[in-house]
């Protein structure tokens, strides 16, 4: 596994280098205490690297934004951040950092970094990525199905095929899948729950299938295969009765189906 440690403080960086050089499946392609020649050099060597160790708090180029610029890149390293500093943890799950590791940290941190890099796939991949919405909801990814940690995840992601890629504002999902709590609260739970479906779907490699905006969210409706799309093109045979029946919200779109089969 090849790992590179961007960090500005030259004694970070010898730290860190002489922990990862004790763990045998590491090789250490590089070191850098500029955030500028680290990015460039990854953009010169793009896919060869398997893991970056990114310090937060750097002059010039800080490392959330660095992160940022990672993401519009084809086969980008996996991001841990290493740092001092507590209050970034959540501008680092925003960039879809594998770990965030504390200042002092232990040999048994970086362990555990290095076994979430690989249970992550490499984002870009040509995964196949399919939805079935009859007459459950299920994710599979090369036909193999993807397993939610959380249920409100799973649901999140469910009633954003559901609306077939159209942009849906946070307000509208907190009414439909938290209707049960306050609108304040429903907005933070809805951050859990969409940092939680983002993280799954970055295991699985295919976090380009979710696009999150300020107020809004969607699901890239062409990234995947889905017979609820089908079913909307004419194979009505599809539908038998029942539809992502889990969820409340889809019993409207159950009536209109099966009014639309008594039609028939």
Request: aromatic fraction near 12%; include cysteine.
């Amino acid at each position: 596994m090849k790992a590179i440690i961007v960090d500005d403080e030259i004694r970070a960086v010898r730290l860190l280098a002489t922990l990862l050089s004790s763990i045998e499946e590491v090789e250490i392609a590089a070191e850098f205490n500029n955030s500028y020649e680290a990015l460039e050099y990854i953009q010169n060597f793009r896919g060869e690297i398997d893991i970056l160790f990114l310090d937060v708090e750097m002059p010039g180029l800080d490392g959330i934004s660095m992160a940022g610029e990672l993401m519009k890149m084809p086969d980008p390293p996996r991001i841990v951040f290493v740092t001092g500093y507590a209050k970034y943890a959540y501008e680092a799950w925003e960039v879809e950092a594998v770990d965030y590791i504390l200042k002092p940290y232990r040999k048994a941190n970086i362990i555990h970094a290095l076994e979430r890099c690989k249970s992550f796939r490499r984002a870009g991949s040509p995964h196949k990525v399919e939805a079935r919405c009859f007459p459950d909801f299920d994710l599979f990814v090369d036909g193999n199905p993807v397993n939610f940690p959380n249920k409100k995840a799973k649901e999140l992601l469910a009633y954003l095929v559901h609306c077939e890629g159209k942009w849906v504002a946070t307000g509208q999902i907190v009414y439909d899948i938290f209707g049960e709590r306050d609108e304040e609260k429903g907005k933070k739970y809805y951050n859990v729950v969409s940092y939680r479906l983002r993280r799954t779907l970055a295991e699985e490699g295919i976090s380009d299938l979710l696009e999150v905006e300020y107020g809004k969210c969607r699901v890239h409706s062409k990234r995947l295969s889905c017979d609820y799309y089908r079913y909307l093109e004419g194979k009505h045979e599809l539908f038998q009765g029942n539809y992502m029946q889990q969820y409340s919200w889809a019993e409207p779109a159950v009536a209109m189906m099966l009014t639309k089969a008594d039609k028939i």
